[in-house]
């Protein structure tokens, strides 16, 4: 999932189990992504299959929600 889409509202992201930091996947927008729209894109999302270690790598799901901070924002 590319950083500037828009995310639903249940998103996967892959967690080293060894020291329980988030990890990214490197995708040819030639970013990092975090987010993903499902397990299986998660553990597949490296064309070598190194996630789909599940001893080394957990499949977290979390909750998006989004807070309205300023309804109307104006540049300074």
């Not at 590319?2 to 329980?20: A, D, F």
């Not at 064309?47 to 270690?53: K, L, S, T, V, Y």
């Not at 909750?63 to 309205?68: G, R, S």
Request: proline share 3%; net charge neutral; hydrophobic share 30%.
């Amino acid at each position: 999932m590319k950083p500037r889409e828009i995310k639903p509202s249940i998103v996967y992201r892959i967690i080293n189990r060894e020291n329980g930091f988030l990890v990214g996947s490197y995708s040819r927008a030639c970013c990092d992504e975090y987010d993903f729209n499902s397990i299986s894109e998660a553990r597949h999302a490296n064309c070598h299959g190194m996630f789909e270690d599940e001893k080394k790598y957990k499949i977290s799901k979390y909750e998006v929600i989004y807070k309205l901070v300023d309804d109307d924002v104006k540049e300074k």
